[in-house]
């Protein structure tokens, strides 16, 4: 009877296996239902392994039904919203090329917003070219590969936006034409209508995030308006160190999307932020 009663605890049995038990139960059926049972009951420490002479007919007879989501938790324990690991294939991306883009992004906001000095722009264009730049082209070209129109522009657009910069500020510190007084009021000029022309370009990717998730509309949120920002700041000093702090929560909004796909792949936690909307 104390059998039965552990029994019904641990796994489905019918009626006739009760019976046969509370009767006269052969050798075979005892030490079969007294080793599953006894793994069960003791937490299964060990995983889960019935011997070849365990009688598996008479199981069957009286209809013996092991509850194999118990015996996976058991061995394996429970698993709670977890996203399955991918075995094969082109694994996800994004996580990457957000981080290239939100550390290198926090690198030169440092010196937007005159927490770092001007000598550490030296710095930054070294990570903008191979971190920024390259890792970020990288992860775009996974992306379309993988159908992912949006991820693909977007990573190989700001990818090639870095590399951009790290030329330019190159070539400013090197060459000695561009230090005449006439060359820098046209370069003025033209880096303003730049930084606009990110800004349109990047609100044009704002627009889709309405429908994917809100990390993804902070970061280009903050982005596009950083740009504008940075348009106004080449005439003045106080607009400039305010896109300092408005791209600083971009790229720190970036770094934050990268870790919380990585975590809700990896161990599926749902951060804050990440869970699908639709506001459009």
């Known amino acids: 009877h104390r059998l039965s009663t552990v029994l019904s605890a641990c796994i489905p049995v019918s009626a006739s296996a009760f019976t046969c038990l509370s009767k006269s139960p052969t050798k075979g059926q005892t030490a079969s239902i007294l080793f599953i049972a006894g793994k069960l009951v003791a937490g299964c420490d060990a995983p889960i392994w019935i011997p070849d002479n365990i009688n598996q007919a008479v199981m069957a007879q009286h209809n013996v039904v092991l509850?194999?989501?118990?015996?996976?938790?058991?061995?394996?324990?429970?698993?709670?919203?977890?996203?399955?690991?991918?075995?094969?294939?082109?694994?996800?991306?994004?996580?990457?090329?957000?981080?290239?883009?939100?550390?290198?992004t926090c690198m030169l906001m440092f010196v937007e917003t005159r927490w770092a000095?001007?000598?550490?722009?030296?710095?930054?264009?070294?990570?903008?070219v191979f971190y920024g730049g390259f890792g970020q082209m990288v992860a775009g070209v996974l992306e379309l590969v993988k159908g992912n129109t949006f991820a693909g522009t977007a990573f190989f657009s700001y990818g090639a936006f870095w590399m951009a910069f790290f030329v330019l500020k190159y070539i400013t510190a090197t060459s000695k034409a561009m230090a005449s007084p006439a060359f820098v009021s046209t370069y003025l000029v033209g880096q303003t209508l730049i930084d606009c022309l990110w800004g349109v370009f990047t609100f044009g990717f704002f627009i889709p995030t309405l429908r994917k998730n809100g990390c993804l509309m902070t970061v280009f949120g903050t982005l596009w308006v950083?740009?504008?920002?940075?348009?106004?700041?080449?005439?003045?000093?106080?607009?400039?160190?305010?896109?300092?702090?408005?791209?600083?929560?971009?790229?720190?909004?970036?770094?934050?999307?990268?870790?919380?796909?990585?975590?809700?792949?990896?161990?599926?936690?749902?951060m804050p932020g990440l869970r699908p909307?639709?506001?459009?």
């Open 226 to 270: 950083t740009f504008f920002l940075l348009a106004g700041g080449v005439w003045n000093k106080q607009c400039s160190q305010a896109a300092g702090y408005v791209g600083f929560v971009c790229g720190a909004s970036a770094i934050y999307t990268a870790f919380a796909e990585i975590w809700h792949e990896s161990l599926g936690i749902m």
């Open 277 to 280: 909307v639709r506001f459009i």
């Open 117 to 128: 000095e001007e000598a550490a722009i030296a710095s930054v264009i070294s990570y903008a």
């Open 67 to 104: 509850d194999e989501k118990r015996l996976r938790d058991l061995e394996q324990g429970p698993v709670q919203n977890a996203v399955p690991m991918k075995t094969g294939g082109i694994g996800n991306p994004g996580p990457l090329g957000l981080l290239c883009f939100g550390m290198t």
